[in-house]
């Protein structure tokens, strides 16, 4: 792949809500909306890229539309690929030699560290400085334009799965950056060097280049597994009481009969909550649900009812995990 391409695979990564190799127009807007750009503006984009007409953007229609707008950036995304697999191949080198180190050298490798970040950090600034300028300025313009949001696309506009965010936080890499005033300690540029390595990997390994491998199964309902999701958005004031009941309902549920799996996703600052359940069958996840009462232990917790969702899946498949 073309040097400077590889972000937009993470970029696609991160779109891809569901993972399901494709990002709709509901996690198009999901992702995308800044707070400024309006419904048809938005759509006009979704569907330049979309060059093959499926109503779906693939992880080559993605990069080749934005490789080609990289414009005076082109440089600059040829230069974070080279340091990206810089930075991990010296971090690889460095924890195995490290440890043998006298204590001189030692000092003088956190203080490369440090001095690394700093100037790092002196980069990002500016960055930051302009990017905020041109979403003041953009804030400013065609102000009769109202923004989109994910609750435009929706088919029920009362239910919000996810929250369009205001780019208050940058999305400059594979994970959430801390916003730095002064120097980094060498713990938060661990923490750093730990997400760095871990988005290389996922961008190693991550993305299918082969495309999907296609498999015959004729599974009846004895040999599939259910799989249910339960989407939440926690009334305001109530989050501890609803996180208590919450780890109380996992509890429960993941001890009981024909369960194999119960996990959570929390969207942070946002109050929204998803809940995840694997079955052994509609019937063993109808049993439980009626004896325990899933709306009443949270109707007065939630600003709106829950949305459920669920599907069958062959059980070969969660047995290949």
């Known amino acids: 792949m073309e040097k400077g391409k590889t972000i937009f695979l993470d970029i696609f990564r991160r779109a891809d809500k569901n993972d399901d190799g494709a990002i709709s127009w509901e996690e198009f807007v999901q992702f995308f909306a800044d707070g400024v750009m309006g419904k048809e503006e938005m759509e006009k984009l979704f569907n330049d890229i979309d060059t093959h007409n499926t109503n779906n953007i693939d992880?080559?229609?993605?990069?080749?539309y934005f490789?080609?707008?990289l414009g005076e950036m082109k440089e600059i995304y040829s230069l974070l690929d080279d340091l990206n697999n810089k930075v991990t191949n010296v971090l690889q080198s460095t924890a195995q030699s490290y440890p043998q180190k006298n204590r001189t050298d030692k000092f003088i490798t956190r203080f490369l560290m440090r001095e690394c970040i700093n100037q790092l950090t002196a980069v990002q600034r500016p960055l930051e400085s302009a990017s905020d300028h041109m979403d003041e300025e953009a804030r400013g313009d065609n102000t009769d334009i109202k923004p989109i949001e994910l609750r435009d696309v929706l088919p029920k506009p009362d239910v919000i799965p996810g929250r369009v965010g205001r780019r208050t936080k940058r999305q400059i890499s594979g994970q959430t950056q801390t916003s730095v005033e002064g120097s980094m300690t060498p713990s938060a540029l661990t923490a750093q060097v730990d997400r760095l390595s871990d988005l290389?990997?996922?961008?190693e390994?991550?993305?299918n280049f082969k495309g999907f491998v296609d498999e015959d199964l004729n599974a009846v309902e004895g040999d599939q597994y259910l799989l249910q999701q339960r989407s939440m958005e926690v009334a305001k004031g109530k989050e501890d009481e609803f996180r208590s009941a919450l780890r109380q309902y996992i509890e429960d549920t993941n001890g009981s009969p024909g369960?194999?799996?119960?996990?959570v996703r929390f969207f942070k600052d946002s109050g929204l909550f998803t809940l995840y359940e694997v079955w052994e069958s509609k019937d063993k996840e109808k049993q439980y649900r009626e004896k325990k009462a899933f709306d009443a232990m949270f109707t007065d917790l939630l600003a709106s009812g829950t949305t459920a969702t669920s599907i069958t899946f062959p059980k070969a498949w969660w047995l290949k995990k």
């Open 59 to 64: 992880t080559g229609e993605l990069c080749e």
């Open 67 to 69: 490789s080609n707008h």
């Open 200 to 203: 290389l990997d996922r961008l």
């Open 205 to 207: 390994h991550g993305v």
């Open 259 to 263: 369960a194999l799996n119960v996990s």
